[in-house]
C-alpha cells in the first residue's frame, strides 16, 4: 500500500466531445493539504468532484487509501462499484462546496446529525451529541437550533464543514470553500480550515486564495486547461522565475492580497 | 329599481347547504389532485424516459382544454362509453383531474428546483438513493410548492361554480336558482360574489399564516 491517500492516474474527463481533463496524474500524501489553483475553466472542480465521484472519469483511476474509488476490476475488465462498495469508499472523503448546500429544511444541527442518524444509524440522542461537538470544534455550537436562512453565510459553510466531518473522514476535498462568502467572512473558514490542517487532515482545497495556498499548502497543484502543468511546494511554485502561465494567473489577482507573493 | 337581499338571505338554511356542498368538493376535489397530481411528477421524475414522455400529452390536453368542456364531456360523454355518473361523482372526478395536471406541473417544478448540490451533498454523506428522496428531495420540494400549491387551490375553489351546469347542488346553483325564483338574479349574483371572495380570503389567510410559520425553513 502507497502512502498516498488519493492517488489520480491518467484522468481524462470528457463533457460531450470536450476534454476538460487531460491524463491527470496527482498524488496526495496523507495527512497533507493540496491546493488546487488555474484560471476559471481551467477544471479544479471537476478534478475534485472526480474524487468524490461526484463526476466518473472518462479514463484513468483514481484510488482512495489503495481502494480503487467508482469501478473495481474484475475479471472482465472493470464494472461500477454497487451504491453499497461506493458508499464505503466514499465514506472516507467529506466534501465542502462552493455554494453550502446545507438543507434548508434542517436546523444546523440536522444538517449535521442527519449522516449519523440515517447512515450511521446512531439513536437520535447520540447522533446529536456528536453532531454537537462537531459544531463546537467549528465555533457554532450556540447557533445549533439555527436554519440554514438564519445564519451568515461564512457560519452556513462552517456548518457544512462540520457535516462532512461528522462521519469522521480521512480526507476533506474542498471546492472554492470561501467564493460566495462576502470577503470579510472569508477569515473564519479560512481559520477552521487552518485548524483541520493543524490537526494533520488530509485536504484537497480547489481555492482562488492565493494567500491561504501559499502559507496553509505543503503542495500547490496548478491547471490549466485540463492539464495539471505542475504540482510542488509553495516556496518553489511562487518562487521567481516563474512559469509563464502561473506569471499571467497571479497577475489577475495583484489586488487580491497576492501582493505579498511580488 | 333597487335591490332586495331580504328574500335571498332568507333562504339562508339552503344557501348554508349549498356552501357545505362547495366547501366538501372542493377540499375532496383539491386533496385527490394534489395526491394525484403529485404521484404523476413523482412517475415522471424517476420513471424513466418513457413514463416521462406518456404522461405528457395527457397532462396537456388537460391544461390546454377548458374545464367546462372537460366536466360536460364527462357528464354528457360518459355514457356514451358507459360511464355514468351522479352530479357530484362527475364534479368530484372532474375537478380532481383537472387539478392533477396542474398540480403535476407544480410538482414537477418543484423537482426541479431542489438544487442539484443539495442531493449531491447527500450522496456525499452517504445518503442511499431512497434516503436522498425522502429525507431531502421531498421535504424541500414541499416548501417550494407550497405557495403555487395554496394558489392553485384558490382557483380550483372559484372553478367548482361552472359544477352547477352539471347540475351539482352546490352554492352557485343553489343561490342562482333562489334568484330566479324570487325574480332578485342580480342580488344572487352579489350574493355569490361576496360569499366565494370571503372564501379566497379565508383560505389566502390560512395560507398566509402556514407560509409564515414554515418561513425560515426557506431555501438559502
Ligand atoms: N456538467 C458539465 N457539462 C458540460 N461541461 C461542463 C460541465 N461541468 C463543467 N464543464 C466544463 O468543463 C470545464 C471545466 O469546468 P470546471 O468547473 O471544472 O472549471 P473550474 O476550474 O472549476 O472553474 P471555476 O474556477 O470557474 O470554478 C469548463 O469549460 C466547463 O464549462
Ligand atoms: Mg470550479
Known amino acids: ?262 | 329599481m333597487s335591490f332586495d337581499f331580504a328574500v335571498i338571505l332568507a333562504k339562508g338554511p339552503e344557501i348554508l347547504m349549498g356552501l357545505g356542498v362547495t366547501i366538501l368538493i372542493w377540499i375532496v376535489g383539491t386533496f385527490f389532485a394534489v395526491i394525484l397530481g403529485f404521484v404523476v411528477a413523482t412517475a415522471r421524475r424517476f420513471g424513466g424516459r418513457l413514463v416521462d414522455t406518456l404522461l405528457t400529452l395527457p397532462i396537456e390536453v388537460l391544461r390546454g382544454t377548458p374545464f367546462l368542456v372537460q366536466i360536460f364531456l364527462l357528464y354528457f360523454g360518459g355514457p356514451y362509453i358507459g360511464l355514468r355518473l351522479d352530479p357530484i361523482t362527475a364534479g368530484l372526478l372532474g375537478l380532481s383531474v383537472y387539478g392533477a395536471a396542474y398540480y403535476a406541473e407544480i410538482f414537477r417544478a418543484g423537482y426541479q428546483s431542489v438544487p442539484i448540490g443539495h442531493v449531491e451533498a447527500a450522496t456525499c454523506v452517504g445518503f442511499s438513493r431512497g434516503q436522498t428522496i425522502l429525507f431531502v428531495l421531498l421535504p424541500e420540494m414541499a416548501l417550494l410548492v407550497m405557495p403555487p400549491s395554496l394558489n392553485m387551490a384558490v382557483i380550483l375553489l372559484k372553478e367548482t361554480a361552472l359544477l352547477s351546469l352539471i347540475t351539482v347542488p352546490e352554492m352557485t346553483m343553489t343561490v342562482s336558482a333562489i334568484g330566479s325564483q324570487q325574480y332578485a338574479f342580480v342580488e344572487s349574483l352579489v350574493v355569490l360574489a361576496v360569499v366565494y371572495w370571503a372564501l379566497v380570503e379565508l383560505a389566502n389567510f390560512l395560507g398566509r399564516m402556514t407560509e409564515r410559520k414554515l418561513s425560515k425553513l426557506g431555501t438559502t
Request: glycine fraction near 8%.
Open chain 1, 1 to 262: 500500500m502507497t502512502d498516498a491517500a488519493i492517488l489520480v492516474k491518467n484522468v481524462s474527463k470528457k463533457f460531450g466531445d470536450t476534454l476538460v481533463l487531460r491524463d491527470i496524474n496527482l498524488e496526495v500524501p496523507r495527512g497533507q493539504v493540496s491546493c488546487l489553483i488555474g484560471p476559471s475553466g481551467s477544471g479544479k472542480s471537476t478534478l475534485l468532484r472526480c474524487m468524490a465521484f461526484l463526476e466518473q472519469a472518462t479514463s484513468g483511476t483514481i484510488t482512495i487509501e489503495g481502494e480503487p474509488l467508482g469501478f473495481v476490476e474484475g475479471p472482465n475488465g472493470r464494472r461500477l462499484q454497487t451504491a453499497a462498495e461506493l458508499r464505503q469508499t466514499r465514506s472516507k472523503i467529506g466534501m465542502v462546496f462552493q455554494q453550502f448546500n446545507l438543507w434548508p429544511h434542517m436546523t444546523a444541527l440536522g444538517n449535521v446529525s442527519a449522516s449519523l442518524r440515517r447512515v450511521r444509524k446512531l439513536s437520535k440522542a447520540e447522533a446529536e451529541d456528536r453532531a454537537m461537538a462537531q459544531l463546537e470544534k467549528v465555533g457554532l455550537k450556540e447557533r445549533a437550533g439555527f436554519y440554514p436562512s438564519q445564519l451568515s453565510g461564512g457560519q452556513q459553510q462552517r456548518v457544512a464543514i462540520a457535516r462532512a466531518l461528522a462521519l469522521d473522514p480521512t480526507i476533506m476535498l474542498f471546492d472554492e470553500p470561501t467564493s460566495a462568502l462576502d470577503p470579510e467572512l472569508t477569515g473564519e473558514v479560512l481559520n477552521v480550515m487552518r485548524a483541520l490542517a493543524d490537526e494533520g487532515m488530509t485536504m484537497v482545497v480547489v481555492t482562488h486564495e492565493i494567500g491561504f495556498a501559499a502559507s496553509v499548502g505543503n503542495k500547490i497543484c496548478f491547471l490549466d486547461h485540463g492539464k495539471l502543468l505542475f504540482h510542488d511546494t509553495p516556496e518553489k511554485v511562487f518562487a521567481a522565475p516563474r512559469e509563464p502561465r502561473l506569471e499571467q494567473f497571479l497577475d489577475t489577482y495583484l489586488d487580491r492580497g497576492a501582493i505579498m507573493l511580488r
